[in-house]
């Protein structure tokens, strides 16, 4: 899948009411706002491609989020509902009034919470990748693999000799991503160092994230009222199409909707991602 060419974007840095300075890059557009959040490690600027490929047709913001990138690093408990909050602070720091919200892993876990306790902020919400049956079917099986997910970062490196250590490192970690999407992350999230390079994320912040995706949020669901799109890659196994439509139906206005590529669509096809949250926005 072809890459659009890429939208000229500004960078920038806002510190929030809380202290909290948020490091984001924005893509201005004559359409809605829409606010793009990351997955836990994932960083602002993997977006790019998608926001590339909407155009014009929205004012595309991309969060560092707190704990990853080069926004701020505080202690916190990093749940979804913390996270949701600063992303209001963020809204009223850089002038948002209302937004299309979409995240991956994560940053899908933001929307939810976002969604359900400030309705007045969300034209609509995005689950990219879908969001993780964990949330929704907490049973032993599934929290034992959401504490094993915390526990492999908390003992992932983030230290490296060289650029090709890390990027045979990402290359083992992270077998489904393709070519182009590992040399990118290689690109924007890693940092030099004076003897080689390091992620630009903080392992333990990013753990703890993680332990988060053993808690219930259909009671977030439940209150939400903004129209859904569960953005289900047609070739991943994280989310069953029966998975899918189970967990549409804890939402009063959900779809799911295929769109062509594996689980990280931002990176696969940024395109057919790009036009699947346009039809979101259309429905808004």
């Not at 490196?157 to 590992?182: I, N, V, W």
């Not at 903004?226 to 069953?240: F, K, N, Q, W």
Request: with cysteine; proline share 5%; net charge neutral.
């Amino acid at each position: 899948m072809t890459s659009p060419a890429p939208r000229a974007f500004h960078e920038k840095n806002v510190t929030l009411a809380n202290g909290l300075t948020i490091h984001y890059y924005e893509w201005p557009g004559a359409g809605p706002h829409m606010v793009l959040l990351l997955r836990s490690s994932g960083y602002g600027r993997m977006w790019e491609g998608t926001a590339s490929a909407l155009g014009s047709r929205c004012h595309v913001w991309a969060l560092d989020q707190r704990g990853h990138g080069d926004s701020g690093r505080p202690d916190g408990d990093y749940s979804a509902e913390e996270y949701a909050s600063d992303l209001l602070l963020f809204f009223q720091a850089v002038g948002i009034d209302k937004a299309i919200v979409a995240g991956q892993s994560l940053g899908g876990r933001v929307g939810q919470v976002f969604a359900a306790v400030h309705p007045e902020r969300i034209l609509g919400l995005g689950l990219v990748g879908g969001p993780h049956t964990s949330n929704f079917f907490p049973t032993r099986a599934e929290t034992t693999k959401v504490l094993g997910s915390a526990n492999r970062m908390l003992e992932s490196p983030t230290e490296f000799p060289s650029l090709d250590a890390a990027y045979a490192y990402l290359k083992s970690a992270r077998p489904r991503d393709q070519e182009s999407a590992l040399r990118h992350r290689l690109e924007h999230n890693f940092v030099k160092t004076g003897a080689g390079v390091a992620v630009k994320y903080d392992k333990v912040r990013v753990a703890i994230g993680l332990a988060h995706m053993a808690d219930d949020l259909k009671k977030y669901a439940a209150r939400a009222s903004c129209p859904v799109a569960i953005l289900r890659g047609t070739h991943s196994s994280e989310l069953t199409m029966a998975q899918a439509k189970e967990i549409a139906g804890c939402w009063r206005n959900a779809t799911v909707v295929d769109v062509e590529g594996d689980y990280a669509l931002q990176m696969e096809n940024p395109a057919g991602l790009a036009e699947a949250l346009a039809a979101l926005a259309a429905r808004a």
